[in-house]
């Protein structure tokens, strides 16, 4: 079976540069502005940053006076995430999320974080609202179907030490799959470049009754 999780071992130092020094360019131009106004235009008092990474999102909705936990399984991005501060802090796979403390919480947002084929673990209901940003399957090489992939960052500066296998999902594989863990899709956006080409996809979802 395919593992992302290695590879955000590996890479912690890599991509704790790429984010802290801008150098991607699809955050700057639009998706970093999109997911932070998704999240705080749901008023929320306590948000859980699903796969927090070295925690950027963390800080930024810290502050806007929001209590935020931050959860991800890399030792060292959650290490880099604590030195800045800003959140509640957490080394958590998906995988044990029921044991997570501070649940149900206002807003989950999960920011180019869901890699797995089998999300389950990580969309269940620890919130009112569920906002996910991603690479835009329609904008995405072909072919259109469900299935791993590998990136390899190849086109990112810096010492990537290990590639990450990922799965694309079409956007009925992404409805269908919040459909089963409970979510039904309210809002969808596409923050686009100067070019107007879409840049990523954002969906909120709210819980089924
Ligand atoms: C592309 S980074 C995004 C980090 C952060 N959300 C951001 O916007 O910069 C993906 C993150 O998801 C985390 N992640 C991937 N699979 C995970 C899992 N099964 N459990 C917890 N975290 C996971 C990785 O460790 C990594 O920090």
């Given at each position: ?162 590639p990450m296998p ?19 899709v309210t809002g ?19 819980r089924l009754p």
């Amino acid at each position: 079976m395919s593992d992302p999780v290695p590879s955000w071992l590996a890479n912690a130092p890599a991509w704790t540069a790429a984010v802290r020094e801008r150098k991607i360019r699809s955050r700057v131009v639009a998706t970093d502005a999109a997911v932070l106004a998704a999240v705080l235009e749901q008023s929320p008092k306590t948000v859980l940053d699903l796969g927090c990474g070295e925690g950027w999102l963390t800080r930024a909705l810290a502050a806007h006076g929001l209590a935020v936990t931050g959860v991800d399984v890399s030792p060292p991005l959650i290490d880099a995430a604590r030195e800045l501060g800003g959140g509640t802090f957490h080394v958590l796979p998906y995988s044990e999320l029921a044991s997570i403390e501070g649940a149900p919480f206002d807003v989950t947002v999960a920011n180019f974080s869901l890699f797995d084929e089998d999300l389950r673990a990580a969309l269940q209901p620890l919130s009112r609202t569920l906002i996910i940003q991603t690479l835009h399957p329609a904008f995405a090489e072909p072919p259109y179907a469900d299935g791993w992939r590998v990136e390899t960052f190849a086109s990112m500066e810096g010492e990537w030490r290990e590639p990450m296998p990922w799965y694309f999902r079409t956007l009925a594989s992404w409805l269908r799959a919040l459909r089963e863990s409970g979510w039904v899709v309210t809002g969808m956006r596409e923050p686009a470049g100067d070019d107007h080409r879409p840049l990523s996809l954002l969906l909120i979802a709210a819980r089924l009754p």
